[in-house]
């Protein structure tokens, strides 16, 4: 890795410092992943934070769920992805505490429908200005609404153990007080995507959404920051993990591959590539998760020749999978990729 171009993990004081520099002010409302990262909070295992440009915050989950991003201009914030309810008023606050207007226009992108990545549209999608999602994500999202219910009536429950600050229980106990009224319309994005490119420009900065086909799910978006050569994957990349293979969201191994070969023809040696899972970094990653698919493509064809039973294919575990996280999908993936290539 070109570590010229390595994101900076912020402790909680310089978190602090270089959003009240951000914001004009020493003394600001509601710094979310400060407050996330209170006194009580273990960095190492749950959530980091950085700032991967001037005005570009990840919001990087080791543990619970996926990772967002925020990116900053003077009167515009664009979220990519709300993770849960008890997270998503957080980064909102968050980030009208760094934007220089006092009520900065909301745009949001869901990379994809997984809950761990739309869970918390509710708390954003109702004051967005705008808020995009591949078309095959829409009914795949409105499936969910239960399932996020439940997820944001527990919201001060999942945030116990991640911070012992007042102002994110607080948020929390927002989210959970109105969680059992959401309906289809506060957790829908209002602009489906159905084109294979859409370009954005909000408050000046020129954006880029792909959907490069099914891949990790049939709704797949990449979304390319030109102006910054920063790039959120979503769920096509998995850094330092076993990617999770879901079929009956359309996972494909093979177009898999083709749509992480189109994202990384994007990049360049100096492009921030922000994944769905794992620490932010460079292209890199975008080719080792492309080794992984191909390397696990070869291997269960080559079982399939030999005629070797399923049940033993799934017990097998090759080098290229040997020291990732998330080891428990590792089943999961063999499996998808065997009922793919035996149609």
């Known amino acids: 890795m070109n570590t010229n171009h390595q994101p900076t993990i912020m402790s909680r004081r310089d978190a602090l410092r270089v959003l009240a520099v951000a914001s004009g002010s020493a003394a600001?409302?509601?710094?979310?992943?400060a407050l996330i990262f209170g006194s009580t909070a273990n960095q190492d295992t749950l959530l980091k934070w950085y700032q991967l440009k001037p005005n570009h915050y990840a919001f990087v989950d080791l543990n619970t769920g996926g990772n967002a991003l925020i990116h900053?201009?003077?009167n515009a914030v664009v979220m990519i992805d709300t993770k849960y309810p008890h997270f998503a008023g957080a980064m909102k606050a968050d980030a009208a505490t760094v934007s220089k207007s006092d009520a900065p226009e909301i745009t949001l992108i869901n990379t994809h429908h997984h809950g761990d990545h739309t869970a918390g549209n509710a708390i954003i999608i109702p004051t967005a200005v705008a808020s995009y999602a591949h078309k095959n994500a829409i009914p795949r999202i409105q499936s969910q609404l239960d399932t996020f219910k439940t997820t944001g009536s527990a919201a001060s429950e999942r945030i116990k153990g991640f911070s012992d600050s007042k102002a994110l229980a607080d948020l929390a106990k927002q989210a959970a007080?109105?969680?059992?009224?959401?309906?289809?319309?506060?957790?829908t994005p209002k602009n489906p995507i159905d084109t294979q490119t859409t370009d954005l420009t909000i408050d000046g900065s020129n954006i880029t959404l792909h959907h490069f086909g099914a891949g990790h799910t049939d709704n797949d978006l990449v979304v390319h920051f030109k102006d910054d050569n920063l790039i959120h994957t979503g769920?096509?990349?998995f850094n330092g993990l076993h990617p999770y293979f879901d079929p009956p969201a359309g996972v494909t191994a093979l177009g898999w591959l083709l749509a992480l070969n189109s994202t990384y023809n994007l990049c360049d040696e100096s492009t921030t590539v922000v994944p769905g899972h794992g620490e932010p970094s460079d292209r890199t990653i975008i080719a080792n998760q492309m080794n992984y698919i191909t390397s696990i493509i070869t291997n269960v064809q080559a079982e399939i020749k030999k005629d070797t039973p399923k049940e033993d294919i799934l017990n097998m575990e090759w080098d290229f999978m040997k020291d990732l996280g998330f080891g428990s999908i590792r089943e999961r993936a063999i499996s998808a990729v065997y009922d793919e290539l035996k149609g």
Do not use: Q, R, Y
């Open 177 to 187: 007080s109105k969680a059992e009224s959401w309906t289809n319309e506060d957790i």
């Open 28 to 33: 600001f409302a509601s710094p979310a992943l």
């Open 235 to 237: 769920d096509l990349v």
């Open 72 to 74: 900053i201009t003077d």
